[in-house]
Structure formats: structure tokens, C-alpha cells
């Protein structure tokens, strides 16, 4: 496990608010797959929504993406898989894959049926994952993980946001991880977000079946590269310094003037970042600057897999300093960082206002993000301009749908899951989601 800590700073002062400095701190966390240890087999459960809204093509893609997920799996693994609708079909207990003599078969004769007994399916995939943890043994650094994919809300069975949430938070607190994947624009994307972040997995969002595929092939990558387990980061600020904004989306608790947050596992193909803006007010800047002492500390934290086997608890502490001078002092990667964080916000403020039926309001939220990338000096840096100009371009796309009212919730979805991807560092889903000119 390795962390790089990026710091820089910029005054500010009326009217934009008290004067003082503002310090920038971009935490970049990176995991590596044990070069020569024996990987720990893991134990999954897909939980498909069969209801009859996943008719054609949205079942049949379903059906493909989860059967190339199994064929991934190692012959030791542990896999189950249950389908839905207002009843809870269990295709295949939870078993290893080398057992499973018919499951690609059972998975490609799934059909159609009624409604959405969402929390049913959920439930079982916990209890096969329970089960599975007889079947993995004593193995440390093994996982267990259930895979929801839906269309649709809630409709029968347990229906109650809050409820759900907590269930997917208790299964975490015995080794359960959960991973939600929603499927165009009828499904609820505040739950499963929430179930996701309660859970410890991941969100995601299929748009166009044909993307499900690639969305599950890189749930599977990243829990095939499991480096860290139960990583967290804390910060504590001295005791003039407040937190000025907080840009990474993880789950977050704070007690005083110490904010921890929770990244869940940490995989050898995704580094997982962490961004806040802190303020140091004009009348504490000699005296944090003559002290030399940082402003704030951070502390990583995570079970790390070793080579070899087993698993040890470490832990790296890094102080964030800064010069404090009144005059700027940016690093190109955190400007970057913090420009992709902005447009990640406006993306959610964008959806919030259309849900609301502002859709004149999203449009311009929209057009002036756009403005402000194209206008940033980096889009001629040859290390970020590209992707700061993509931004520009797509948000600006956006901003013209919402201009000739040609939307609808998918736009909204669209853009919750592209700020997902901001603030948690998966830029490679931008990929998957990516719509034509």
C-alpha cells in the first residue's frame, strides 16, 4: 500500500469570505496484488432482478455479462445466483465454481416475471454469503461479496429506503460486501447508491444493456484484485484550521475537529483518492507558518495482503504542510483534481434541478462549468488538457439537451454516475458510459 500526498494553496479574501489561505491536499492511495502469494479464493453472489420491466434485451444482457463474471471465477471460488421478481428464485446455491457443473445454463434459460422483491433477493444473496464462510474456511484475506442488479424500485417485500441500508450495513459488519448495479432509468439511484456506500461495494449504472457486460467485467476486476481490506482515512486539523470543502464522496464520520473516512477495499487496479480544501484564517497564518508544524494530519489505515499469505494491519501517518505565503502556489495535478471534483458537483446539481423541473436551471449550471474548464490554463497542459477539454465538450452536450428539453431521467442518472466516478477515482467507467458526439 502506498500513499502520495499532494499539497498547495491560494489566498482568498472579501467578498469571496473571511481572508486567509486556503490549502489543498489531494491523497492518492495505491494498492498492489502480492507478487508471490497464492490468490485467496473468494466467494460471490449475483442477485438478478428477473421482474418483468428486465424483459429483452435488458435480461438477456444481464444473462451474457453475469455468465462471463462466473467464467472469470477460479475453480476454488465460491459463487451462488438468485433471480427475482416478486417471488426469489435460487438458480444456483452457493457452491465452488468447479462444482457447478450447469450454471452457464441455468443462467442463459433465466426468464421474465413480475415485480420487484428486491430486498428477497438481496436477503438470500446474505445468506448464501454466510454459507460461504464455511466453504472459504479460515482463509485470511478472502471476500464475500453480493452483486445486485435491478431495474426497478422496491415493490415488494421490504420497501423502506432506511431498512435496506441497514441491512446492507450490518452484512459489512460480518465480512459481506455490497455492489449494486442499476439498469436505465426506472431503478431508485439514491438506494442503491446508499446500499453500495452502507455496503462497502461499489455503484454503478448500465445506461444501454450492451454496457452491462463491461460494468460487471470491472466489478469483477476490482474484486479480483483485492490488495487492502477496510481502508480508511483520518484527518485531523489543528485547532484554528477548518475544513473548507470536501470534495471525495466517501462515507464520512467526524468527532471534533477529526474527519475519518471510509474507502472500503483498495484494489490493485484503482487508486483511490482523497481531496479537501482547508482553510487557515489570516490572523493564525504567522504563527502556523513560523511553527513549522502541519497543518493537519492524515492517517491511512488498512489490512493489507502480504506475499506469501496472510494479512497484517498497517497504518502511515503524513502531515500536511503548507507555506502559507499569500501568494498562490498551485500544482497542476491538484488544479486538475480540484476542476474535475467542481464539474463533479455541478453534474449532481444539474440532476438535482431537472428532477425538480428546473430544467433552465441545468442548463446553465452546465454551460458556465463548461466555460470555467475551457478557461482553466491547464486545458493547454499536455498532461490534462485533453480530458479537462472532453469534460468541456460533454458537459456542454448536456447543457444543450437540457436547452431543447431533449432529456429524460437517463440524463439525470447519467450524470450522478459520471460525479460517482469523479470523487471515487473511476475514471476507466467514464469509458463504459461514454455517449456519441
Known amino acids: ?111 421474465s416475471g413480475g415485480s420487484t422483491n428486491l430486498s428477497g433477493g438481496w436477503l438470500r444473496g446474505r445468506q448464501h454469503m454466510e454459507q460461504a464462510h464455511g466453504m472459504l474456511g479460515s482463509l485470511e484475506g478472502s471476500s464475500r461479496r453480493i452483486v445486485l442488479l435491478t431495474d426497478g424500485h422496491a415493490n415488494a417485500g421490504i420497501v423502506d429506503p432506511a431498512t435496506l441500508v441497514e441491512l446492507a450495513r450490518t452484512a459489512r459488519a460480518i465480512g459481506i460486501t455490497t455492489t449494486t ?16 456506500d452502507a455496503g462497502g461495494g461499489n455503484s454503478w449504472y448500465v445506461e444501454r444493456p450492451d454496457q452491462a457486460q463491461d460494468v460487471l467485467a470491472e466489478e469483477m476486476g476490482n ?10 482515512v483520518s484527518l485531523t486539523l489543528e485547532d484554528s484550521v477548518a475544513m473548507f470543502a470536501t470534495h471525495s464522496s466517501w462515507p464520512a464520520t467526524s468527532v ?37 508544524a502541519p497543518i493537519a494530519t492524515l ?31 498551485l500544482v497542476p495535478a491538484v488544479e486538475h483534481a480540484v476542476l474535475l471534483a467542481r ?4 453534474r449532481e446539481e444539474a440532476a438535482r434541478r431537472q428532477r425538480e423541473g428546473d430544467a433552465d436551471g ?34 456542454q452536450g448536456l447543457a444543450e439537451r437540457y436547452e431543447s428539453r431533449a432529456f429524460s431521467e437517463v440524463e439525470a442518472k447519467y450524470q450522478m454516475q459520471r460525479s460517482y466516478n469523479a470523487r471515487r477515482g473511476k475514471k476507466r467507467n467514464d469509458g463504459t458510459l461514454r455517449r456519441e458526439p
Do not use: C, W
Not at 259 to 278: C, I, N, Q
Open 1 to 111: 500500500m502506498d500513499a502520495v500526498l499532494l499539497v498547495d494553496h491560494q489566498p482568498i479574501a472579501p467578498p469571496a469570505g473571511p481572508a486567509g489561505v486556503v490549502v489543498r491536499a489531494l491523497l492518492t492511495i495505491s494498492g498492489q496484488v502480492p507478487a508471490h502469494r497464492q490468490r485467496t479464493p473468494l466467494a460471490l453472489s449475483l442477485v438478478l432482478d428477473r421482474s418483468g420491466s428486465m424483459s429483452g434485451d435488458r435480461l438477456d444482457a444481464a444473462k451474457a455479462a453475469s455468465i462471463s463474471a462466473v467464467e472469470r471465477l477460479h475453480p476454488d471460488d465460491v459463487v451462488s445466483v438468485i433471480a427475482f421478481d416478486d417471488q426469489v428464485n435460487v438458480v444456483a446455491p452457493p457452491a465452488p465454481r468447479v462444482r457447478q457443473f450447469q450454471l452457464v445454463q441455468q443462467l442463459s434459460d433465466l426468464d
Open 181 to 196: 448495479i442499476g439498469v436505465g432509468e426506472g431503478y431508485d439511484d439514491d438506494l442503491l447508491r446508499a446500499m453500495a
Open 223 to 232: 474484486l479480483l484484485s483485492v490488495s487492502a481490506q477496510g481502508l480508511s
Open 256 to 292: 471534533g475537529n477529526t474527519f475519518t473516512f471510509d474507502l472500503g477495499d483498495l484494489y490493485a487496479s484503482e487508486p483511490k483518492p482523497v481531496l479537501v480544501e482547508l482553510f487557515v484564517p489570516a490572523d493564525r497564518l504567522d504563527a502556523l507558518a513560523t511553527s513549522g
Open 299 to 329: 492517517v491511512v489505515q488498512a489490512d493489507v495482503l502480504l506475499d506469501g499469505g496472510g494479512v497484517e494491519h498497517r497504518s502511515m501517518t503524513l502531515g500536511v504542510a503548507a507555506s502559507l505565503e499569500t501568494q498562490s502556489s
Open 343 to 346: 464539474a463533479a458537483k455541478a
Open 362 to 395: 441545468a442548463q446553465a449550471v452546465m454551460h458556465v462549468m463548461s466555460v470555467s474548464l475551457q478557461s482553466s490554463a491547464l486545458v493547454n497542459d499536455p498532461d490534462f488538457g485533453d480530458e479537462l477539454q472532453a469534460q468541456a465538450q460533454d458537459l
